[in-house]
């Protein structure tokens, strides 16, 4: 765990500071661009949204809070996210929670729509509209608090929000312009082997237990998505390729995900060793169809039935993505093979997860092809060629056996 107000973490931090600000020592230029996007943000992101937050109506100000969640990332930061938003919602158990996510009906995966829970699409709202906004994917940022609503109706909540507030504060180099600086955070905790959450459990000032799971709501598994895709009453695993459906691939391999032929060995030891057990593969629109699995539903299933699918499974089997973090809130398992992303950053301590550590991870080092691309400048992952199908067998043959 780290211990954020602690001299040697404190020594760590003003170090990081000061390599993000060393280009500017001595070049002018440096330093008036960082002074200009600070000032940018500042103008259109505070002032510009503050003055049409006047202009346009707002939610109704009845005797509940209104609190807006832009919700960054993927399906899985939304899913890990949803900790901070359970901890807000015991505190706030009337208030209505609006969600607006990078990935379109993501928040309709982790909670049920009704008066409490509405979900935002279109342009990123006016978060100055509602009486508190948050702002979260690795690090958890407070962007708006009206005070008075909030001593009035939910006084509960001002020590969280102060404390919250001052923490931010405290690391505001890498929260402030969060958009810049998110992914220095995150190389920070992999660095200290900690979870993704450390950062937010700290910033939002609940303090929560990063390894917390759970169950989704009932009708976020409705057993009627079994019936729809034939699979009621059957013996199933899931996997998938690991592909990011927000990602465009153009002809290329993520280094995170296996080869489709390293599937094809998997599948086919699987069955051999089970054949009474269905192999089913999800994905989204971009995920390769593998045509070696028994059912094959990639681009074929809505964002919101995967809950139910996966939930339905004996176990998962899948690299690091989006739906291994969302095993987090259901019953079933996931075998998970990891490659360049941290297995302490990202793996979840109720699944099995795999990495045969042959190299650093090296997530987040080289900007935006880092999904692509090795650090080193290797075609592929070693630790990914390290973590062959014969290893993920015995692994998923532990789990169905034991």
């Not at 000061?18 to 230029?29: F, I, K, N, P, S």
């Not at 950062?199 to 390894?211: C, E, I, N, P």
């Not at 086919?268 to 009474?276: S, V, W």
Request: charged letters at 20%.
């Amino acid at each position: 765990m780290i211990d954020w107000t602690g001299d040697k973490t404190r020594v760590e931090l003003r170090e990081i500071k000061t390599t993000l600000e060393m280009y500017g020592h001595d070049c002018r230029v440096v330093r008036w661009a960082l002074r200009y996007r600070f000032l940018r943000n500042k103008l259109w992101w505070q002032y510009r949204r503050k003055f049409l937050s006047y202009l346009h109506k707002a939610p109704p100000r009845d005797n509940r809070l209104h609190v807006y969640f832009h919700l960054r990332g993927g399906i899985g930061d939304c899913a890990a996210n949803r900790i901070s938003i359970m901890c807000l919602r015991e505190l706030l158990p009337d208030a209505v929670f609006y969600f607006f996510t990078d990935t379109p009906r993501a928040a309709e995966v982790l909670f049920v729509p009704d008066d409490k829970h509405v979900f935002l699409t279109g342009k990123t709202p006016l978060w100055y509209r509602y009486d508190l906004a948050f702002e979260i994917c690795l690090s958890f940022k407070t962007v708006h608090v009206n005070w008075e609503r909030a001593q009035k109706l939910a006084p509960q909540i001002i020590p969280v929000l102060k404390k919250g507030l001052a923490r931010q504060a405290q690391l505001n180099f890498l929260v402030g312009d969060n958009y810049l600086t998110d992914e220095v955070l995150g190389r920070f905790m992999a660095a200290h082997g900690e979870s993704q959450l450390a950062a937010q459990s700290y910033l939002s000032g609940f303090d929560f237990d990063v390894d917390t799971t759970g169950l989704l709501p009932a009708p976020l598994l409705d057993p009627a998505v079994l019936q729809k895709y034939g699979l009621a009453g059957k013996k199933y695993i899931t996997i998938h390729s690991g592909v990011n459906s927000l990602i465009s691939l153009q002809g290329r391999q993520p280094l995170k995900c296996w080869t489709t032929d390293k599937w094809r060995t998997f599948v086919a030891l699987f069955k051999k060793e089970f054949p009474d057990i269905l192999v089913v593969q999800l994905g989204g629109n971009n995920s390769p169809v593998f045509d070696f699995a028994d059912i094959s539903l990639a681009g074929k299933t809505a964002l919101t039935e995967m809950p139910a699918i996966l939930n339905g499974a004996l176990l998962h089997v899948d690299g690091e993505s989006g739906l291994a973090q969302l095993t987090r809130w259901l019953k079933t398992k996931a075998v998970v093979f990891f490659a360049h992303t941290s297995l302490y950053c990202f793996g979840l301590k109720k699944n099995r997860n795999l990495s045969a550590g042959v190299c650093r991870p090296c997530m987040w080092l080289i900007g935006p092809n880092w999904y692509f691309d090795c650090a080193l400048g290797y075609p592929s992952c070693k630790n990914l060629e390290a973590t062959t199908p014969e290893i993920v067998l015995q692994a998923v043959r532990e789990e169905l056996t034991h």
